[in-house]
């Protein structure tokens, strides 16, 4: 039924579909649609735009059309295919002159015939302005370069939309000049043949074959052309997928903001069958809400249906909009053969009573109709009065849309955003989305509407995943399940391109989480701009330049200082509006944080009173932070909060819509806690709730405090008191310890070893969730008291070595110095500013920077205040990409200080894959506060800090390994893109290689394997045996003080001496090495060697080495080349001599030594020998490499 006119196709096969989801698509090639007029892609420049004014200005011709509209019911003209179809055209009439040796067949393309014969569509558009048509179609349903690929005409669209407007420009003309009766054209914009919300593939549903920015293109080019032939009107019309049409829209927007005139937008629909959807599944309403932000004149159906089959989804229409409404239907339903028997009469009786029902502003026909149907039509409606829109529809509701409409008004109910679907909120969808197993995670969104999700909230914001990438395939492959699409979705990212990807995909009307004032009002009115652009409502959070609002007062601020600047300077429906005034942690262990969640509750009673439309929303999880693992006090402050906040005006929420407490079913006792801590009543609210949640947990038993701890020694009281928070005996115990002068003989001894203990332990408990944030804090203030006990004893010291030295310098009294920022880009300082406390605690001078602090800025305060080290902070994903950018910023200053990574955001993968690479100096994920003071510590420690760095060294690179490794989507670029993007030097600049004193090659004789000895590096010895110390007690020598393999790992050394020394004397190992010099030019990926060293290189080389180039895709912050041998090697025709060395070394008698003590049944010593001999080889090398340095000039000793 949608198919229009069956005209130029020709074959059976033009009518054959494919059924996706319930949904009917047609095979690209095949899809002949709406006027006759045949589609299909690809996008590139248009010529450029030659500006043509129309007659009227554009808002003068809005006034116009409207003051008609109201007057009368104006009429549309008919099916183009229709009239070209009776002429009977031959392949001659489509190619004319100019295409005539065209390699493809043109016949059937027939807005090629206003090029070709200009005369032919002249005549059409005469005959239905005669025959009472007030506007008239450009004909130029197909004229976008993604339809015309099917006949190889795509650099043809701005030609062919330009010139078919100038010929009904002229027609339009001549027949107004005739009759006296001014006359319109509209440019017609068909939806081409491929669709954004419809896979074309049943086997790919995540697939599309066009995107949203090639269909923004190719649009933007056809309404160029259009404009500038003269069309007066732009016509988006039999729009089966919402979502081509909001590409459409979206390329006329950027039009007129950019370079014309606006003018009257016309949008028209197409209903497939009965079941009142279009192809995509939308329904009516549902098409309206999301095609509303476009502000068209008028909004209505054509095609795909007779007048009679369409009446009850105009009618609908009609009700939801306060625009005109447009109607021109098929005539009649097709019939066996495609064609129309509907009689223009039948036609026009029909819309006569549209017309007397107040149902339409415009009528006109589409497929089967002609001139005498146009004719029937205007004569029928002539006398008719017109509809009168509604002044208003849903004045205070926020409408939105997925498959169906959902209207949040007054009396709406709490509405639940789900929120499972958040690689940040859920681990199992986390989990499901890195291992690339999509079409599982989308059963927790089909879970997440089934238990009363009414929006979807879709997040991909994690440090090692593409997010544009992610959301994309998400999207789509939610729009492929009816069940799911129903709802409207929102688009939930910290990355405005990752918002930007997941609009793409929507056809309905989504929800953007969220945009805010932290980088200032450009920033904020473009990101504004944008959104209203794809027609979405937004979540704005109560962000500004200086940072996140915490207080009341700030947030009434910041939300009404936004929600000016949306409704006055970008034109925002107050109703599309969400604030987010930050629901924050509350029971941290921090006083200042008790309010939090009072603070919100007032701020939503005064925005929801001053700020008329607006809604407020926020994430819910944020509230009960600090109790993370405890999911049933978590659960329980959620609905105590939810109870009291949607009685204040909180209109919707980010919530686990399955896993809500009824208040009235919270345990009474729980309740009462839940609400002391909510409205700040009880100081001791944050402990009892812990210690209701431990007498609570399943299978646990009832806590009861003894002081039995008491009978340990110091150290264990120490740190018993650090884990438990217990600051009653800390200074006695501390005093005991420092009196154990000979164990302590210094006080900072005491908080480097049973205190460090004890945080360790608390950092372990934390990052294992039997911990919680409150206790941290308490730990932390244990500590404190501690060491502010020991820092008297500590300046004694201090001053008593300054007069032993007779030095009157200060020193630093603290641990050491850190500088604490969220970098740029980012507001979010909570965490920070609880390790920064943390860390004070500890003895450690904290100096921090704030929110929002450029790169330049840190790194300037740690050079001025001398920092031992720096750590960046961040919540939202790009924040990462500013962390690698910092990290890049040291590594080229050549700075030295360890980097520390934290924050929600953060992960330890994505540390160590994206951000160690770029510095060559410690970078530490550091999982929470707890971590940071033993992280610190080690450090800043000079006889731990190197094996530190190693240990994580070593970590970091198993973590990229075993990340590589299971990429299973790993992209790569083409050869000669990873050519294009290869390392290249500019050899006429740089240094001359040096010539090496000899060509060819020297062998080197019986080293002196004792000499070899002093260089041997004995992990890899260790790891033969399997011995592998844990830290601090990894590498050599330190490995034989490990508690586990030390004893094992001294025994099976010293055999290895005893064994190498016998090996020496007895001359049974000896080692040979050979070096190699050759001239050497690179041509492309090879290497090619020479035997004599000639300039220019002319005779064969030698020998040639092929080289494979680096093509596995490098991530988006990388700047690094795509490598390959040969780039280090002069190219042949840079006439710069180059060379090449070789070497090899080998350690021989090892096999037959191994054999002999085989042969004894000595394994050990087999083994052993082998394990050696590795070692003196590997040692070799660099010994060999040195040797030849020297010899050839390149080393001078």
């Not at 921090?590 to 926020?618: C, D, Q, W």
């Not at 070692?1175 to 340095?1189: I, K, M």
Request: with cysteine; aromatic share 8%; proline share 5%.
């Amino acid at each position: 039924a949608v198919l229009h006119e069956v005209g130029s196709v020709t074959s059976p096969q033009a009518c054959v579909s494919v059924c996706v989801s319930g949904l009917w698509i047609f095979p690209g090639s095949l899809f002949r649609v709406c006027r006759g007029i045949s589609l299909g892609l690809k996008c590139r420049a248009m010529p450029p735009t030659i500006h043509e004014q129309a007659t009227s200005s554009g808002s003068l011709l809005q006034d116009e059309l409207t003051a008609l509209l109201q007057e009368r019911i104006m009429v549309l003209d008919g099916g183009m295919g229709t009239m070209i179809q009776q002429r009977n055209l031959e392949e001659p009439d489509f190619r004319g002159e100019e295409f005539k040796e065209h390699p493809k067949s043109l016949k059937g393309n027939n807005d090629l015939l206003s090029i070709t014969r200009p005369d032919i569509i002249y005549k059409i558009h005469q005959e239905y302005l005669l025959a009472g048509a007030d506007i008239i179609e450009t004909n130029t349903f197909s004229s976008t370069r993604i339809a015309q690929a099917d006949y190889g005409l795509e650099d043809l669209a701005y030609r062919l939309n330009k010139a078919s407007a100038e010929v009904a420009k002229k027609a339009a003309s001549d027949v107004a000049d005739q009759t006296g009766i001014k006359r319109y054209v509209a440019g017609a914009m068909g939806p081409t043949n491929r669709t954004l919300s419809v896979s074309p593939s049943v086997e790919r549903p995540d697939f599309r074959n066009v995107s949203f920015d090639e269909l923004v293109d190719a649009y933007a080019e056809q309404a160029r052309g259009l404009l500038d032939g003269g069309a007066d009107i732009l016509l988006v019309e039999t729009i089966f997928d919402t979502a081509n049409a909001k590409a459409a829209l979206f390329a006329i927007d950027q039009l007129f903001e950019e370079h014309y005139e606006p003018r009257p937008i016309l949008i028209s629909g197409t209903i497939v069958d009965k079941s009142g959807r279009t192809l995509s599944g939308q329904t009516g309403e549902a098409f309206v809400i999301s095609m509303s932000h476009a502000k068209p004149l008028c909004i209505g159906l054509n095609c795909a249906l007779g007048a009679t089959e369409m009446r009850p989804f105009i009618e609908a229409i009609g009700k939801c909009t306060t625009a005109f409404t447009i109607c021109y239907p098929n005539a009649g339903l097709p019939n066996t053969f495609g064609g129309y028997d509907e009689s223009p009469e039948l036609t026009a009786s029909h819309l006569k009573e549209f017309a007397l029902d107040g149902l339409v502003n415009i009528v006109g026909g589409c497929c089967g109709t002609s001139p005498a149907h146009i004719r029937a039509i205007a004569e029928a409606v002539k006398q008719c009065p017109p509809r009168i829109p509604p002044s208003a529809v849903f004045q205070d509701y926020m409408l939105l849309a997925g498959l169906e409409p959902f209207r949040i008004g007054p009396y709406t109910n709490f509405v639940n955003i789900g929120e499972r679907c958040n690689v940040a909120g859920s681990r199992k969808f986390a989990k499901l989305i890195m291992a690339g197993n999509y079409e599982e995670a989308l059963s927790i969104a089909k879970s997440q509407v089934e238990m009363g999700a009414q929006v979807l909230d879709i997040n991909m914001d994690e440090g090692m995943l593409e997010g544009k990438v992610a959301m994309t395939r998400f999207c789509n492959l939610i729009a492929s399940e009816p069940d799911i699409a129903r709802v409207p979705l929102c688009i939930d990212s910290s990355n405005f391109s990752v918002i930007e990807a997941g609009l793409k995909c929507c056809q309905g009307k989504s929800i953007v989480n969220s945009i805010s004032l932290k980088e200032g009002e450009e920033e904020f009115l473009q990101r504004a701009r944008t959104i209203r652009r794809f027609g979405a409502a937004v979540v704005v959070m109560a962000f500004d330049e200086d940072g996140q609002a915490t207080e009341t007062e700030r947030k009434i601020q910041i939300c009404t200082r936004a929600y000016n600047l949306l409704v006055t300077k970008v034109g925002f429906n107050p109703n599309d509006i969400i604030f987010d005034p930050n629901i924050l942690t509350i029971g941290t262990g921090m006083e200042e944080h008790n309010v939090y969640a009072i603070n919100f509750m007032e701020a939503t009673k005064v925005i929801k009173k001053m700020l008329p439309g607006a809604r407020v929303s926020g994430g819910l999880s944020n509230l009960s932070f600090s109790f993370r693992g405890m999911e049933a006090i978590r659960e329980a402050m959620h609905g105590v909060f939810l109870y009291h906040a949607i009685k204040d005006g909180m209109d919707m929420g980010i919530v686990n819509a399955g896993n809500l407490p009824v208040y009235d079913d919270i345990d009474k006792e729980l309740l009462k806690m839940c609400e002391d801590l909510i409205w700040n009543r009880d100081p001791e609210a944050t402990e009892k709730l812990l210690l209701y949640a431990q007498n609570h947990v399943k299978g646990g038993k009832k806590i009861v405090q003894t002081d039995e701890w008491r009978n340990g020694t110091v150290e264990e009281r120490l740190e018993y008191a650090l884990i438990k928070g217990i600051e009653k005996y800390v200074v006695e115990d501390t005093e005991e310890a420092r009196a154990q002068s000979e164990r302590y003989p210094r006080p900072l001894h005491i908080i480097e070893g049973p205190l460090m203990n004890g945080m360790k332990v608390v950092g372990d408990l934390f990052g294992a969730g039997k911990m919680f944030l409150p206790q941290v804090i308490k730990s932390a203030r244990v500590m404190k008291k501690a060491v502010g006990y020991l820092i008297p004893y500590m300046e004694i010291e201090r001053q008593e070595k300054m007069a032993a030295s007779g030095s009157f310098e200060e020193t630093d009294p603290y641990q050491g110095t850190i500088v604490l920022a969220t970098v740029k880009g980012d507001v979010h300082d909570i965490g920070k500013n609880i390790v920064g406390v943390v860390l004070g605690c500890n003895n450690f001078r904290v100096i921090d920077l704030g929110v929002m602090t450029p790169c330049d800025k840190i790194l300037r305060e740690a050079v001025e205040n001398k920092a031992d080290i720096i750590g960046l902070s961040g919540l939202i994903t790009p924040s990462l990409d500013e962390m690698i950018h910092v990290a890049k910023e040291m590594e080229r200053l050549g700075m030295k200080l360890p980097l520390l990574i934290g924050g929600a955001t953060t992960s330890k993968t994505h540390t160590a894959v994206k951000i160690a690479p770029r510095y060559s100096c410690p970078v530490v994920h550091v999982l929470d506060a707890s971590r940071s003071v033993v992280v610190c510590a080690q450090l800043l420690d000079e006889d731990m800090k190197e094996e530190f760095f190693e240990e994580v060294t070593e970590e970091y690179e198993d973590i990229r390994q075993g990340h590589y490794d299971t990429l299973k989507d790993r992209r790569f670029l083409s050869l000669a893109q990873a050519r294009e993007k290869g390392l290249h030097t500019d050899w006429l600049s740089h240094p001359k290689p040096v010539r090496p004193k000899f060509i060819g090659t020297r062998v080197f004789e019986n080293y002196d394997l004792r000499r070899l000895m002093d260089y041997i590096d004995w992990k890899p010895f260790f790891d033969v045996w399997q011995l592998r110390g844990k830290y601090p007690n990894r590498g050599y020598p330190k490995i034989f003080k490990d508690k586990t393999v030390g004893q094992e790992a001294m025994k099976v050394f010293e055999d290895a001496q005893q064994l190498l020394n016998t090996v020496i004397e007895s001359k049974r190992l000896w080692a040979n090495g050979l070096v190699g010099f050759w001239p050497a030019q690179s041509v492309g990926d090879d290497i090619h060697l020479y035997a004599e060293d000639i300039m220019p290189r002319s005779s064969e080389p030698v020998a040639k080495f092929f080289g494979l180039r680096q093509q596995a895709e490098k991530d988006s912050s990388s700047s690094e080349p795509y490598y390959c041998l040969s780039d280090f090697v002069a190219p042949r025709q840079s006439g710069i001599p180059d060379y090449i060395g070789m070497f090899a070394v080998a350690c021989f008698g090892a096999e037959e030594l191994s054999r002999e003590f085989e042969e004894q049944c000595d394994d050990y010593n087999s083994i052993m020998v082998k394990a050696l001999a590795d070692r003196l080889a590997e040692v070799g090398l660099v010994v060999a490499v040195f040797d030849a340095g020297c010899r050839v000039g390149l080393i001078n000793i």
